[in-house]
């Protein structure tokens, strides 16, 4: 329960984003109050045991760490740690009825290798170190703009300082510069999968959405390194809200925030628990939610609908299976990002089928085994009898498509998506599936829909809407945080500059409050009894 009747500021919702605001402004001396709907903190950054009598603790939902600021790390003095991936990627392909692939990883010499013998020359591995050395610039110069006030357009141009870059990232189509760099297909579909994460879009969408996606997947650390959080995603938000409240957050779980009430200058907010109502009074809101979420809360036009486009897929597996393309290791292969079914026009394909309401023929997904890198996420006995993980992301499965019966899609796109799959094994994926105490197969899947109904994410959106470019826009604010009412403001990923595990709009946030408070504890404002 809150112990105050009053407190500096309330942050609605517990998920990392709100739990770094709240570790921050405590930090500083304020009065901080947690407010979670959910019986425990994380949102969708959690650690869970999805299977029966089964010692594997899985990232259920989010489950790699790029966009993480090791500034926000030290600067809470977290105890997180995580793990880079030798191997980027592995994409199977069957080439003149071979089964080979494309290794990413082990080396320049063993990339170099790779890239020759699937396309028979030297030219794309030089565009690909072309390409992404342009981007790895861009990461450097873009990526510590996200915890400093929005610049402007202009400003992150100059900033950028690479017209080329800023032409291929801000100005055109992603899949324009696509086919300039590169001529292989498979290899194209590679380089856009990262604009295709959680975003329904074609290669030359005119919104740049694909644009904005791909951005915030190459900049993460000023690197675009994808890592792996040492004992799950659990274990980020577990050191965040110990953080918090070794900082002296109140941290109330099972309490939902129904309503809030602002003048500007104060505020009110009304929550919900299994003892009751009860009203809190507060100087800042801080909402760790989706944009939708916020306008219920205030009363406010809510924003267009958000619709989100994945498939993810939880599995256990007793052992790795082999694959058909002999010349990889399965351990190599699956420590990576395999890529399944994402050729550039396997992708196109695949966007245009669910564009016209079907689902695709060919689903593309992606698959890491996060146990090879990590394996403290199973318990000792699984390690030792070899058994591993398998996270699966799908990509352009919008929403609308599970509308008429979410449980039959899903099972009919979790069986197709596994076929795809299966295609480049030497074995089904279903005889290396472990058993849970039950005798069930350890696997499991969430639709946009299930993600809408467990998270309250809108329509499944992971990022809770799309991503807008780091820079400055119309009614943007200073931070990328601000609302229409003064003290109160959005620190969840629909914030400018959120999406992912990043905790930038809990920070970002906390620097909004502080900035016009000052370093100072403020008094707790004067407030009505507690209202039950």
Not at 215 to 225: N, R
Not at 312 to 339: C, I, Q, W, Y
Not at 381 to 389: F, N, R, S
Request: a negative charge.
């Amino acid at each position: 329960m809150p112990a105050l009747e009053g407190y500096d500021a309330v942050i609605v919702g517990g998920g990392h984003n709100g739990l770094v605001a709240a570790a921050y402004l405590a930090r500083a001396g304020r009065s901080v109050l947690v407010l979670e709907r959910l019986g425990t903190t994380g949102g969708a950054a959690v650690s869970t045991r999805p299977f029966a009598g089964v010692d594997a603790r899985l990232s259920r939902y989010s489950y790699l760490v790029s966009l993480l600021p090791r500034k926000i790390v030290r600067d809470l003095g977290l105890d997180f740690r995580v793990r880079g991936r030798t191997v980027s990627s592995y994409t199977p392909v069957e080439r003149d009825g071979k089964a080979t692939g494309l290794l990413v990883g082990g080396g320049e010499r063993r990339t170099r290798e790779a890239f020759a013998r699937l396309t028979g020359s030297d030219s794309e591995y030089a565009a690909w170190q072309r390409f992404y050395g342009m981007t790895g610039r861009v990461a450097q110069r873009v990526f510590p703009t996200l915890t400093e006030p929005l610049p402007t357009r202009d400003e992150l141009h100059r900033r950028v300082d690479d017209e080329e870059a800023w032409r291929v990232l801000f100005e055109e189509p992603v899949g324009a510069a696509v086919e300039e760099y590169f001529a292989d297909d498979l290899v194209r579909g590679v380089v856009l999968t990262d604009a295709l994460i959680g975003t329904f879009a074609d290669a030359h969408d005119p919104s740049l959405r694909q644009n904005r996606c791909f951005l915030y997947h190459v900049i993460g650390g000023g690197t675009g390194a994808w890592d792996v959080p040492v004992g799950g995603m659990g274990a980020l938000t577990d050191a965040i809200a110990a953080a918090a409240r070794n900082a002296g957050v109140v941290i109330a779980t099972g309490h939902e925030a129904v309503r809030i009430e602002t003048d500007g200058r104060a505020a009110e907010v009304t929550y919900r628990s299994a003892d009751g109502e009860g009203v809190v009074a507060t100087r800042h809101v801080l909402v760790n939610a989706s944009p939708q979420e916020l306008a219920r809360l205030t009363g406010d036009e809510p924003p267009a609908p958000a619709e989100g486009a994945q498939l993810k897929v939880n599995m256990l597996l007793k052992r790795l299976p082999r694959l058909r393309d002999t010349s990889v290791d399965p351990r190599e292969a699956f420590s990576g990002t395999f890529h399944i079914a994402e050729g550039y026009e396997q992708l196109a394909t695949a966007h245009a089928q669910a564009a016209a309401g079907e689902l695709p023929t060919a689903p593309p997904s992606e698959i890491y085994c996060h146990s090879l890198t990590d394996p403290s996420i199973l318990g000792r006995d699984l390690v030792e009898q070899g058994y591993q993980t398998l996270t699966l992301f799908g990509l352009h499965t919008p929403a609308g498509l599970f509308a008429r019966d979410n449980d039959a899609v899903r099972d009919e796109l979790l069986k197709s998506t596994i076929a795809q799959l299966d295609a480049h094994l030497a074995e089904p994926l279903v005889g290396c599936l472990a058993t849970d105490a039950d005798g069930r197969p350890c696997i499991e899947a969430k639709t946009p829909l299930d993600l809408e109904r467990d998270l309250r994410l809108p329509g499944g959106n992971i990022f809770h809407r799309d991503l807008a470019f780091p820079y400055a826009q119309e009614g943007t604010g200073r931070w990328g945080v601000e609302t229409r009412h003064a003290n109160v403001l959005l620190c969840g990923a629909g914030a400018v500059r959120g999406g992912g595990v990043s905790g930038v709009p809990g920070h970002n946030a906390a620097m909004a409050v502080l900035e016009e408070t000052g370093p100072r504890r403020l008094p707790r404002p004067a407030v009505p009894p507690v209202r039950r």
